[in-house]
């Protein structure tokens, strides 16, 4: 089992930065893929941006240029700096941690913290 403990979600105003913060405790050794996720309200959840162990990363074009997915494995957390914030951004953002193999692919989810992105 893998525990993720996310922090760094708030109020911010159009332009403003975030840093958002995931932190894992458990099996971690199983863990080939991590990443954050956004579900705003009345919208499905979306990839945001997602990095492998060996660090290579991936961006959703609406992010692309202002988000940078970063992680520290010898302190297993994962971190999302968000600069240029637009309202568009505000949502609940989790952070996922996921172990793939030949034979089965499991996902682990934070609580979710929200970002407001507002005047």
């Known amino acids: ?5 996310e922090s760094g979600g708030g109020l911010v105003q159009p332009g403003g930065s975030l840093r958002l913060s995931c932190a894992a405790s458990g099996s971690i050794s ?5 990443g954050w996720y956004r579900q705003a309200p009345g919208k499905q959840r979306e990839l945001v ?7 290579i990363t991936d961006y959703a074009d609406s992010v692309k240029g202002r988000f ?5 494995n010898a302190k297993n957390t994962v971190y999302l700096q968000m ?5 568009e951004d505000t949502a ?7 172990s793939i193999d030949l034979f089965s692919r499991r996902d682990y989810w934070g609580q ?6 507002s005047s």
């Open 112 to 117: 979710g913290t929200q970002v407001t992105v």
């Open 1 to 5: 089992q893998v525990q993720l403990v």
């Open 68 to 72: 940078t997915i970063s992680s520290d």
């Open 30 to 34: 199983s863990i080939n893929l991590m």
């Open 92 to 98: 609940v953002y989790y952070c996922n941690f996921r």
């Open 49 to 55: 941006a997602t990095i492998t162990r060996g660090g």
């Open 83 to 87: 600069n240029s914030l637009k309202p």
